[in-house]
Nanobody, 127 residues
């Protein structure tokens, strides 16, 4: 079992930055592949970024590539999403996800790959 708690969301102007955090707890949280997804009103949940439990492999959605950076600190059981050059279309509820039955190099990019989800943190970007 992995418990996830997101934080760091808020209201920011276009072009600004935010840093999301996701704290994981559970006996296998340090060996979990993790990811960020988002869901805007009226839209389906979509992949944003993911990282292997080793931290050595990452993947990004094309829409955020070059602007967002995912990272993790396994000593603190926390992953981060640094979001720069934010756009109004980045407005969404951002969810952290984890899957603990994976190899160290695996990066998971689909919703069905993950067993554990946080409650989400709201990011609103004003124009």
């Amino acid at each position: 079992q992995v418990l996830l708690v997101e934080s760091g969301g808020g209201l920011v102007q276009a072009g600004g930055s935010l840093r999301l955090s996701c704290a994981a707890s559970g006996h296998t949280s340090a060996r979990a592949a993790m990811g960020w997804f988002r869901q805007a009103p009226g839209k389906e949940r979509e992949f944003v970024a993911a990282i292997s439990w080793s931290g050595g492999y990452t993947r990004y959605a094309d829409s955020v590539k070059g602007r967002f950076t995912i990272s993790r600190d396994n000593a603190q059981d926390t992953i981060f999403l640094q979001m720069n050059s934010l756009k109004p279309e980045d407005t969404a509820l951002y969810y952290c996800a984890a899957q603990d039955t994976v190899a160290s190099f695996q990066v998971l990019r689909t919703i069905g790959d993950y067993d554990y989800w946080g409650q989400g943190t709201q990011v609103t970007v004003s124009s």
